[in-house]
């Protein structure tokens, strides 16, 4: 159970094109999702975190307008990279924590997305 | 600030034991975490640990200590498969009810026959 789906694996995109990014849970309600970026031999850095319905919180240092994040419904949340930049190359991971799950419970992860801008 | 450390890289033999640190400075800590992560991909939750003490799960456990600001990963009877980047977490709460997951940089682990 508790499986979170991450869509797609990888992508290649032109620099100062958007790329969006699916993040579904699919066995269970995710009330929260984050948004994590990690770059190469680096720690996973968290993003944003959005609760179903309301507008995402950002980290220091992200740009709201550039990372789009949308939570419109429990299973689905999604990440826009807009007028993305070869800076922006990264792997991006979402993850979930279901509704009802208890703080000490670790968070889904998705797969993961390797974004590559040209 | 947050400070979450552990070495960079590790090696170690097969079917021998290694021992992973972390240390950390942070402050509303609320539970530190070990995932494990193969290139390329997602973390696996591995073990979770809130009070003092030992816990142990198969090949693996993990140990923490509040006071000291320390943790570490025990892995036994090492196996290829074990060759991974192993993520320290700590768990801050950040006010108004929410809790934020903050990394380490990872320990990437090399197993040798």
């Known amino acids: 159970g508790a499986v979170v789906s991450q869509h797609p694996s990888w992508v290649i995109c032109k620099s100062g094109t958007s790329v969006k990014i699916e993040c579904r849970s699919l066995?269970?309600?995710?009330?929260?999702m984050f948004w994590y970026r990690q770059f190469p031999k680096q720690s996973l850095m968290l993003m944003a975190t959005s609760n179903e319905g309301s507008k995402a919180t950002y980290e220091q240092g992200v740009e709201k307008d550039k990372f789009l994040i949308n939570h419109a419904s429990l299973t689905l949340s999604t990440l826009t990279v807009t007028s993305a930049h070869p800076e922006d190359s990264s792997f991006y991971i979402c993850?979930?924590?279901?509704?009802?799950?208890?703080?000490?419970?670790?968070?889904?992860f998705g797969n993961g997305t390797r974004l590559t801008v040209t | 600030g947050q400070n979450i450390d552990q070495p960079t890289e590790m090696t170690a033999t097969e079917g021998a034991i290694v021992q992973i640190n972390c240390t950390y400075q942070?402050?509303?800590?609320?539970?530190l975490f070990w995932y494990q992560q193969h290139a390329g991909e997602a973390p696996t939750f591995l073990s979770y640990n809130v009070l003092d003490g030992l816990e142990e799960k198969g090949r693996f456990s993990s140990f923490l200590s509040r006071s000291k600001g320390y943790s570490y990963l025990l892995l036994k009877e090492l196996q290829m498969k074990d060759s991974a980047s192993y993520l320290c977490a700590v768990r801050l709460y950040s006010g108004a009810g929410s809790y934020q997951l903050t990394f380490g940089k990872g320990t990437k682990l090399s197993v040798i026959p």
């Open positions: 942070t402050s509303g800590f609320n539970g």
């Open positions: 066995d269970f309600q995710a009330t929260t």
């Open positions: 993850s979930a924590r279901g509704l009802g799950e208890v703080e000490r419970s670790p968070l889904h």
